[in-house]
């Protein structure tokens, strides 16, 4: 007898967040799900589901790193990114990403400001995101070859319409 074994989608989310914790149970039911489990772990709960078609969802789902394998849009999900690049970057921001207060000093001044930041190690990925903040014309830079900056006033009171804070 051979077992069919069902893909499930499992994201750990930190305990600290229960808004985040609810709006991905909201989203897999919303998406596909007829049940969703929450399997509490140290700091963080599971939210999983399983579910034979996940891997049509997700195809960029596959073994290995995911810096060390292509990351790319399918068709359809691009037009989903074009038609709502904001809700892409909220969940890009979320996952790899924060907002935290920029300390500067230039002339024996103190500055403090807003800042988004988001790290990745895959260039896939990254362009995504880079290309996600194209669409909605946020001005972002790299500081580093796998972090992202959003640094202008009126950049980042763009990402603030879109990402907001985690609750």
């Not at 969703?36 to 709960?45: H, L």
């Not at 394998?69 to 068709?75: E, F, K, M, S, T």
Request: aromatic content about 8%; proline content about 5%; some cysteine.
């Amino acid at each position: 007898m051979t077992s069919a074994r069902v893909p499930v989608l499992r994201i750990s989310c930190s305990d600290c967040w229960p808004g985040l914790i609810e709006a991905c149970d909201d989203a897999m039911r919303a998406v596909l799900a007829e049940k969703v489990q929450r399997v509490q772990q140290q700091g963080c709960v599971n939210v999983q589901s399983y579910g034979k078609h996940w891997p049509c969802l997700l195809p960029q789902h596959g073994p290995g790193k995911k810096h060390e394998r292509p990351i790319v849009l399918a068709d359809w999900q691009r037009t989903i990114v074009e038609a709502h690049p904001g809700h892409f970057l909220r969940g890009l921001f979320h996952s790899d990403g924060c907002r935290v207060s920029n300390r500067v000093t230039m002339r024996g001044k103190r500055y403090v400001y807003p800042r988004y930041m988001f790290v990745n190690e895959s260039t896939d990925i990254m362009g995504l995101c880079q290309w996600a903040l194209d669409l909605l014309g946020i001005a972002w830079r790299m500081n580093r070859r796998n972090s992202l900056s959003v640094a202008r006033r009126e950049a980042v009171a763009a990402l603030d319409q879109h990402v907001g804070p985690k609750s």
